[in-house]
């Protein structure tokens, strides 16, 4: 069992920039692969990034070049620095994980288990 806690959102001004993090419990983090996932107010969620704990990192196309997702094993952390905000960009952001010691990371967020409770970021324009 993986249990997840983000920290990091807030309100920023557009072009701006926050940095999320993702703390989760229990062992072995290198073997899940970690993703990010956002909601916006009447909308579905939608995968934003995603990396294994070795290897390429995954982006929606919506963020690439502007997100950089990242982790410390040693640490039990992932991050998304989110840099150049823009309004569509406010969203509720979740981390999730699953337990993947290989394989390319997924972005469907059906294959993944576990999950945050989800922190809020408003970029006001």
């Known amino acids: 069992q993986v249990q997840l806690v983000e920290a990091g959102g807030g309100l920023v001004q557009a072009g701006g920039s926050l940095r999320l993090s993702c703390a989760a419990s229990?062992?072995?983090?290198?073997?899940?692969?970690m993703a990010w996932f956002r909601q916006a107010p009447g909308k579905e969620r939608e995968f934003v990034a995603a990396?294994?704990?070795?290897?390429?990192?995954v982006y929606a196309d919506s963020v690439k070049g502007r997100f950089t997702i990242s982790r410390d094993n040693a640490k039990n952390t992932e991050y998304l620095q989110m840099n150049s905000l823009k309004s569509d960009d406010t969203a509720v952001y979740f981390c999730?994980?699953?337990?993947?010691?290989?394989?390319?990371?997924?972005?469907?967020?059906?294959?993944?288990?576990?999950w945050g409770q989800g922190t809020q970021v408003t970029v006001s324009s």
């Open positions: 990396i294994p704990g070795s290897g390429n990192t």
């Open positions: 229990g062992r072995n983090f290198n073997n899940y692969h």
């Open positions: 999730a994980a699953r337990f993947a010691s290989v394989g390319q990371v997924r972005t469907d967020e059906r294959l993944y288990p576990y």
